[in-house]
């Protein structure tokens, strides 16, 4: 696995250290990338007390993170309130619903099809004038920021599993990794299109700046 979003809750592995199958690599976990994620919002708007957040319905993950998710939300003083969408073909009604239950700002959960349609759905979030947060591509694509795992920095180090098992490694004595490399980014250009004046702490925390 060069990425997996918490391996051994999906139950691809029995556990991190002993996967104990023919399965190994990297994984990171959605709710912590949440829960920052939500801190990101509370800062930026501090009157903020629900959130949406936008995921992939036909993703097998989400049952079993989605109560970590509202446990790490509900200690910074929010309320989640799940939306599904497949891919672009489903983002209208998403958007719909969320405008229904007056949601002022979503939270997109990491998905295989979300991630390829991610600057699609920022172009969804601007007209609606919803601040977002997903991971780092999805904020340079123009979402409003983001707190996520740096990709590029697990595929390098999904090369030295492939090396080991070429080698003769069995995958079950390899322990699965976790991402060590997070990147939080800010597009001001969104900020500045929402209205919304940036906190400087969040900009100074920022590894990327959009402008």
Not at 115 to 137: D, T, V
Request: a negative charge.
């Amino acid at each position: 696995m060069a990425t997996s979003g918490d391996a051994e809750a999906s139950g691809l592995v029995v556990s991190l250290g002993r996967p104990g199958g023919n399965v190994t690599g990297l994984t990171f976990f959605n709710p912590e990338l949440a829960a920052k994620r939500f801190e990101l919002f509370k800062e930026t708007l501090p009157g903020l007390t629900e959130v949406g957040l936008l995921l992939n319905p036909a993703n097998p993950m989400n049952e079993p993170i989605l109560p970590m998710i509202e446990l790490t939300a509900r200690a910074l003083g929010l309320e989640v309130h799940p939306f599904g969408a497949r891919g672009p073909a489903e983002f209208e009604a998403a958007f719909a619903a969320m405008a229904a239950k007056r949601i002022l700002a979503f939270v997109v959960l990491e998905d295989a099809r979300l991630i390829a349609n991610g600057p699609a759905l920022a172009l969804f979030a601007l007209p609606q004038r919803l601040p977002s947060s997903g991971w780092p591509e999805y904020a340079v694509a123009g979402g409003l920021m983001a707190y996520g795992v740096d990709f590029p920095d697990m595929f390098r180090r999904a090369a030295t599993f492939v090396d080991k098992i070429l080698r003769g490694a069995k995958p079950t004595d390899l322990p699965v990794e976790r991402a060590t490399a997070f990147k939080t980014v800010v597009n001001l250009k969104t900020a500045n299109a929402l209205g919304l004046d940036m906190p400087r702490g969040v900009l100074l925390r920022a590894d990327e700046v959009v402008e």
